[in-house]
């Protein structure tokens, strides 16, 4: 069966600077073994489905791939999914907010003058990183445990632990052997800078280190930690992927009501049918 399909760039306005994410259409009909065989395939970070909602308030619903596993929730795929709903003709029932269902649960997102923004989901573990680990993740990023100003755990279901440096020149030196675990790392930005921090992303897999060109669900953590701690103060924008050759940036705002909202441009770059 032919499904419409398109790939997208997240977190940039200008295509192949931010984050690509595969976007099928139709997912109905798809055993999760048929999404997870195709994720693989594409061999990006995400893959994402889009479905039917199964509950009135949704507007739709998405399962989300990486090439080996089923996400329940993530940053990237979230608002890339959700340009991808609206601009196939998606209609949500609030013309001023979209609610995704997936399976973390909704997923509130708004359109903004700069894109689309999704409301940080809650952090399922905060607080002191222990001493031990702190000494291997700084051993791992190359550098001293003193260079380590602030680390927090800022995990809002993949597990991020995340490290603050002095500066943004800091953050754009380091070349890390094998993590130990989900680190993301942030530098502030000299004041009067276009973009408040610099941001990286490492994780591992097969024996490896593994950097995430622009990461939705670490800066909606890490968003709330330095907001929380008086480190940021909101509306700020985050720069990541620039060792990568990618440009991505990542604005952050907050509500009436104090809620951490994570924006950022979404471009088309693939448009198709794909046999699935």
């Known amino acids: 069966m032919l499904r419409p399909f398109t790939e997208v760039d997240v ?41 039917p909602p ?15 596993a089923e996400l329940p929730f993530a940053g990237h795929p979230t608002l890339g999914t959700c340009h991808a709903w609206l601009e196939a003709g998606g209609a949500p029932r609030d013309a001023d907010e979209i609610v995704q269902e997936c399976a973390a649960g909704p997923v509130r997102v708004r359109r903004t003058g700069d894109g ?22 700084a051993g791992a990023l190359g550098i001293r445990r003193a260079d380590i100003v602030d680390a927090e755990w800022a995990d809002n279901g993949p597990g991020w632990v995340a ?5 943004a020149d800091a953050v754009l030196a380091l070349r890390p052997g094998l993590v130990p675990c989900k680190v993301g790392v942030a530098g502030p930005h000299p004041e009067g800078s276009p973009h408040a921090f610099e941001v990286r992303a490492f994780t591992h897999a097969h024996g490896s280190t593994i950097e995430d060109p622009v990461t939705g669900s670490l800066n909606a953590s890490m968003a709330q930690w330095l907001l929380r701690t008086g480190r940021a103060a ?5 720069s990541q992927g620039t060792v990568l050759g990618r440009s991505g940036r990542v604005r952050i705002s907050t509500d009436e009501q104090g809620a951490v909202w994570v924006g950022g ?10 046999a699935l």
Do not use: H, K
């Open 265 to 274: 441009s979404v471009v088309t770059c693939v448009s198709g049918r794909v």
């Open 11 to 51: 977190f940039t306005a200008t295509p192949y600077c931010g984050n690509a994410l595969a976007v099928v259409l139709d997912g109905e009909g798809l055993t999760a073994e048929e999404m997870q065989r195709f994720a693989a395939w594409t061999n990006l970070a995400e893959t994402t489905f889009l479905l």
């Open 116 to 137: 689309l923004a999704f409301q940080a989901p809650p952090l399922v573990r905060s607080g002191p990183v222990e001493e031990p680990l702190l000494d291997r993740i």
């Open 234 to 238: 909101a509306p700020y924008v985050a």
């Open 54 to 68: 199964t509950t009135p308030e949704a507007d739709y619903r998405v399962r989300i791939f990486t090439a080996s």
């Open 163 to 167: 490290v603050l440096l002095a500066d």
